[in-house]
């Protein structure tokens, strides 16, 4: 498959990395991690020990046709996403971003089925050129409003040539949801307390984590979703467990001081029900945010 990987961020390079196993993959990102790979390729390592080498550009390039993009930017920018590519004869997209509504955003623009995914692979970006894998997890994508599609079952075919752990789901509108409740649970709470996530896994800050995926559940129980308080709270475990050695996203940005995607995650479910966790995690970051002139 031709695969554009938007947003070459940690999780972008490490999907795009690991897809060119495979795959003829460009990855889109920012320089100097994007001219390191241009110059010399890109290293996975941690879980994996491979090197690869994709194209690498920092916009997207004149002739984009492709089988496949892999949106993977931060949710804030999910809309610059859909303006770069909304010109790209391409056959599918996928979201693997955290954060809800991404999928419907890309769809408005794009002119090709878009499927809704969620990653839990640990990735962290420690050098231009480098990604490290902190935690094999497995990448769950589908139809983002449910059921089947041929599209949905020849991506994950290409996601599972290239060794992912790969699931073809019916229900992604539960497992975004899921996904969610684990980004709320994990994220801000590593951020805010500079832990890595296996620190939730049995620690002073998993009541935190585990109240903050409740409140989740109930929200997307409001939504008409049917996630119960015990699975969310055990996605989170699972996910912490699994990716134990790896900071978060949201840790990540807090420590190299940028903007977090505090809104589309505990403030999204803030925004929905009564959830005093999730809206005292979000106060907290985006007052960090705010003091940092970065809203
Ligand atoms: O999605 C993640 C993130 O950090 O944003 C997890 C799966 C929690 C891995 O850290």
Redesign the pocket.
Known sequence: MDVLVFGAGS?GSLVGGLLARDHSVTLVGRDPHIGAIAADGLAVTGAFDVRVTPDAVTAVPEDCAADLAVVTVKAHDTEAAAVALADCPLDAALSLQ?GMGNEALLAEALDCPVLAG??????LRDGPGTVTC??V?EVVLGPREGGTSTTADAVGAAFDSAGFETTVAADMPRRLWE?LA??AG??AT?ALARIE?GALVDGPGTDAAAAAARETARAAREAGVDLTDEAAVAAVER??R??AA???????DVRDGRRT?IDAINGYVADRTDAPVNRTLAALVRAWEAGRGLR
């Open positions: 999780l955290n969620t990653c839990t692979y640990g990735a902190t935690g997890g996904k684990v980004n994990i994220n590593t996530n996910v912490a699994a990716t790896n900071t978060s996203s949201m840790h990540q995607e």
